[in-house]
């Protein structure tokens, strides 16, 4: 049992850690700002504080104590390049500053992104070894929080995650393409040739986090040394096209349409989208920056020293996780139960 802090607890992927935290035993702290919603940890029991980066005294009372820091926070998707920088370079700096400053600094994992190192080349999987190219603004940002949380290696127990994407209960960017081709049966690819992509659930992106804590290297403060840095992913990694074919294989359908588009498309659906998007002042997931990791080709990644230094392993296939992803859509009335006609009904029961 260990005295833990989540940042980020509130968002999809922070509110499940904290569960499997709670579950294991450990007494876990959430530094939750004052606009967050809480209310889903509750019954999790876990003591907020609420504060942001930018509050040192929020910052300080968040880390005594704590053995383990997991810090999720951060932002995905923004209007200007400078949001950016603030969720994901210069709130991580003053978090790991904090925790360095500690007579007895704790763990600090930090959870960046694949879109750090950026896309691989053709199909092979990047390594942790290969140099980071990211393409997109916040690919760059989550590069930059990396080197940011680096400055305190010396004198603070840093690693560093990076999943791909990320799927699971209460995946709201994930679920549309679920929901797609749960009401049309219809998968859009934004390419013409079959690019592969790294996939992780995040039940099983919670075991690797922890996994990290405990068995993990940890980052040496030069730069060019990629010791303690680590990929997480399933062990598939399918073309887009075949990842929605297994969601429709999940949904009970017997085909699933992939309708094809030029990488043009993406460019205008996303200028359309960052058009009304600073009118409204509210970002839209598929942005220009995010047109630039759509359309840079494949995703992929290796997850073998994950696997070798800490004894990970996908608890299931990604079959059976996209399984379970569907269920939970259907359970929670995410998705309709006409939507899916065969293989995952409601409540748990499978045709």
Request: hydrophobic fraction near 40%; glycine fraction near 8%; include cysteine.
């Amino acid at each position: 049992m260990a005295n833990v802090l989540v940042t980020g607890a509130t968002g999809f992927i922070g509110t499940q850690l904290v569960r499997h935290l709670t579950q294991q035993g450990d007494q876990v702290t959430c530094l939750v700002r004052s606009s967050s919603d809480p209310r889903p940890l509750e019954p999790l029991n876990p003591r907020f504080i609420v504060g942001d980066f930018s509050d040192p005294r929020s910052l300080e009372e968040a880390v005594r104590d704590c053995e383990i820091v997991f810090n999720l926070a951060g932002t995905t998707k923004a209007l200007r390049k400078p949001d950016f920088e603030q969720a994901n370079v210069l709130g991580p700096k003053h978090l790991a500053a904090c925790c360095a400053a500690l007579d007895a600094p704790p763990t600090f994992v930090h959870v960046s992104s694949l879109a750090a190192a950026g896309p691989c080349s053709g199909s092979t999987p990047r390594t942790e070894a290969d140099p980071p190219a990211p393409v997109s603004d916040y690919g760059k940002s989550k590069l930059s929080g990396e080197s940011a949380v680096r400055e305190f290696a010396a004198s603070l127990p840093v690693s560093i995650v990076r999943p791909p994407i990320v799927l699971g209960p209460g995946d709201r960017d994930g679920f549309e393409m679920f929901n797609g081709i749960a009401k049309w049966s219809l998968h859009l690819v934004p390419s013409f040739a079959d690019h592969v992509f790294s996939v992780v659930h995040v039940d099983d992106l919670c075991h690797a986090l922890t996994d990290v804590a405990a068995r993990g290297k940890r980052l040496c403060s030069d730069a060019a040394c990629h010791q303690g840095i680590y990929f997480a992913a399933a062990d598939e990694t399918p073309s887009y096209a075949e990842l929605g074919r297994q969601i429709g294989r999940s949904l009970g359908k017997k085909h699933v349409y992939i309708v094809r588009g030029p990488s043009a498309a993406i460019w205008v659906i996303a200028a359309v989208n960052e058009f009304l998007s600073r009118l409204r002042g509210r970002p839209h997931i598929l942005s220009i920056d995010k047109a630039r990791e759509a359309t840079a080709g494949s995703w992929a990644c290796n997850a073998d020293r994950l696997r070798r230094e800490t004894g990970f392993r996908p608890a299931k296939t990604l079959q059976e996780r996209i399984d379970d992803t569907t269920r939970w859509y259907l359970d929670n009335g995410w998705i309709k139960p006409w939507s899916a006609p065969g293989k995952v009904t409601p409540k748990g029961h499978v045709d």
